[in-house]
């Protein structure tokens, strides 16, 4: 595998490809720190140990298409709250591929005079995202 610009970039939701798309946010996982500095600390310099990770958002802006069953999946799941099995997968020359489960909390359109009419959504992670090898067929 080498390195590869986004383009052929793909993002599934509950297995319906979303089109349209321009950008979609990466995973950001991050950690909770906890202090466990205690009194017989000698050097002055707070301890911590890591706790609870966070998978993050992601946040996908496209342009609306009122026929694209993703786009029509992620505003249905907005006002169903269920959590749904998502795919982030990269161009086959990355050979990567972000699984994770997600719940949608924003689905927004913009309309402007010089533009094409526009949609943002944001994909909250639930529970451990996985990177991994693309299959085969890039699913």
Known sequence: MSKANSVGTKLQVNSKAVGGLKSIGG???SADSID???????????ESLPGF????????????DGEDEGQNECYTLLNSGEVVDCKIVFPS???????????ITKFSTSADVE??????????????????ASTASGS
């Open 115 to 132: 533009d094409a009419v526009t949609f943002e959504a944001t994909l909250k992670v639930s529970g451990k995202p996985t990177l991994a």
């Open 27 to 29: 995973i950001e996982v």
């Open 93 to 103: 020359k990355i050979g990567k591929t972000w699984s994770f489960k997600a719940g």
């Open 53 to 64: 990770k966070d998978g993050g958002e992601v946040s996908l802006s496209g342009f609306l």
């Open 36 to 46: 466990v500095t205690d009194l017989g600390n000698t050097d002055g310099y707070r």
